[in-house]
């Protein structure tokens, strides 16, 4: 399984960027899709995660950060709106995906990461 992100870049505060990560490979079904951040000098941290169950998001993004998918293309997208110099960091997408109906087919992926820079 592979899984390439991309929609990183450079944008001023009060801007808008959407990143996508797209799933490939050899797929049964795929069970929670998210994305985290690690920020210059911090730990790596959850961003926004959606799943059957609905979606979950940091306290610091919600009301600015959208998260959605595109089942039929096995696409996560992290819609990123009235952006601060604080969320710049290297955004990397993290996919749970079972590659079989067998539990111990279960396996979690993380993306190569693109990197968001804000600034002020």
């Known amino acids: 399984v592979q899984l390439q992100a991309s929609g990183g870049g450079l944008v001023q505060a009060g801007g808008s960027l959407r990143l996508s990560c797209a799933a490939s490979g050899s797929i049964f079904k795929i069970n929670v899709m998210g994305w985290y951040r690690q920020a210059p000098g911090k730990e790596r941290e959850l961003v926004a995660v959606i799943s059957g169950g609905g979606t979950n998001y940091a306290d610091s993004v919600k009301g600015r950060f959208t998260i959605s998918r595109d089942n039929a293309k096995n696409t996560v997208y992290l819609q990123m709106n009235s952006l601060e110099p604080e969320d710049t960091a290297v955004y990397y997408c993290?996919?749970?995906?079972?590659?079989?109906?067998?539990?111990?087919?279960?396996?979690?992926?993380w993306g190569q990461g693109t990197l968001v820079t804000v600034s002020s």
């Open positions: 993290n996919v749970d995906i079972s590659t079989g109906s067998m539990r111990s087919q279960r396996y979690v992926y």
